[in-house]
Nanobody
Framework: QVQLVESGGGLVQAGGSLRLSCAAS????????MGWYRQAPGKQRELVAT???????NYAGSVKGRFTISRDNAKNTVYLQMSSLKPEDTAVYYC???????????????WGQGTQVTVSS
């Protein structure tokens, strides 16, 4: 059992900032990569940013320079600081974690329920 709960979504004006948080809980043995994905209306889910356990971050080209992903391993929490928001950033943002439940067990992708981010022009 792994639960990912996102928070921090909402309505913001273009040019504004928003910080998303995602806390993982449950019977987790270890977490490797964590990340954020988003899905806009009528579009497929796309990668926004990832941060492996080693700390090397990866960003979609559309958000690079504006978004910052970070994590607190002690709290099993990943954050997404979003700045200079644009209307095209409007989407449901989903938290993702690659985790295993047992030592030596297989790693699986787990997903949060999503949080709505709406950017008005």
């Amino acid at each position: 059992q792994v639960q990912l709960v996102e928070s921090g979504g909402g309505l913001v004006q273009a040019g504004g900032s928003l910080r998303l948080s995602c806390a993982a809980s449950g019977s987790i043995f270890s977490i490797n990569a964590m990340g954020w994905y988003r899905q806009a209306p009528g579009k497929q889910r796309e990668l926004v940013a990832t941060i492996p356990s080693g700390g090397s971050t990866n960003y979609a080209g559309s958000v690079k320079g504006r978004f910052t992903i970070s994590r607190d391993n002690a709290k099993n929490t990943v954050y997404l600081q979003m700045s200079s928001l644009k209307p095209e950033d409007t989407a449901v943002y989903y938290c993702n974690a690659v985790a295993n439940l047992l030592r030596g067990g297989r790693y699986y992708n787990y997903w949060g329920q999503g949080t709505q981010v709406t950017v008005s022009s």
